[in-house]
């Protein structure tokens, strides 16, 4: 179990989360969910250890951050690295001797290709592929289903249950609240930096309600389109 207690970051005089408290179960898939800027990002690069911050994370592991794969929005990577050679320097970081990459290419990405030369969807999915070629236990996945075709994410979303079914914990922000909906044990609104509400299943279209009221409120009444 990972317990997050009491965290809060600032940047400058700008505090960005507030003393949150959540505890992750493994074998459970959990949505963060909130408006642009309301911390869900800061969140899970404090939780990845990419950020430091003031709380504490309790977890199982010595150094979570070796048991942890972070999936971030917009992936970036070396100049003239191929795709094959970011997935090996990703697995010899975990001390694991892998190279059948090409058998294990579910998204048939162009790995003997430049990886900085792939679009916005490519350079996800190899990101992503590495991260479950390190046999993290903790995943943390700021919007993977964004850029991405329709195809290759429900390939994301099978993967998510697969992850589940081998008892890892899973970390989820989207903006595509359906897919939370589809895969999600819980869900955590995050407004101004704090846990707003928590919610299980059976509350999912109640959240969904809640967030396009406060999204939309009277904004479409207020342009004039015709």
């Not at 191929?82 to 579910?106: D, H, M, P, S, Y």
């Not at 190899?126 to 991405?148: K, R, S, T």
């Not at 994301?156 to 970390?171: F, H, N, W």
Request: net charge negative; charged share 20%; aromatic share 10%.
């Amino acid at each position: 179990m990972i317990s997050v207690l009491e965290l809060s970051k600032s940047f400058g005089n700008h505090q960005v989360l507030k003393r949150i408290n959540l505890t992750f179960e493994p074998g459970r898939i959990y949505g963060i969910v909130g408006e642009n800027g309301s911390g869900k990002t800061t969140l899970f690069r404090c939780i990845a250890g990419l950020e430091s911050y003031a709380g504490t994370i309790q977890s199982p592991y010595p150094v979570l951050k070796d048991h942890t794969g972070f999936l971030p929005t917009n992936p970036e990577y070396l100049s003239r690295i191929t795709g094959w050679e970011f997935l090996k320097l990703v697995c010899i970081a975990r001390g694991i001797r892998e190279e059948a990459f090409e058998e294990q290419n579910i998204f048939d990405l162009p790995l003997d290709q430049y990886a900085d030369t792939y679009s916005t969807g490519m350079k996800k999915k190899l990101a992503l592929m590495g991260i479950l070629l390190q046999q993290n236990d903790l995943f943390i996945l700021d919007e993977p289903f964004n850029g991405v075709d329709i195809h290759s994410n429900m390939i994301i979303l099978e993967l998510i249950r697969k992850l589940q079914s081998l008892k890892k914990t899973v970390l989820i922000s989207s903006h595509i609240f359906a897919t939370l909906q589809e895969s999600c044990d819980f869900i955590y609104l995050l407004q101004d930096g704090q846990i707003a509400k928590s919610v299980a299943p059976d509350q999912f279209g109640e959240l969904e309600a809640q967030m396009k009221s406060f999204v939309v409120g009277d904004r479409i009444n207020r342009i004039r389109i015709g």
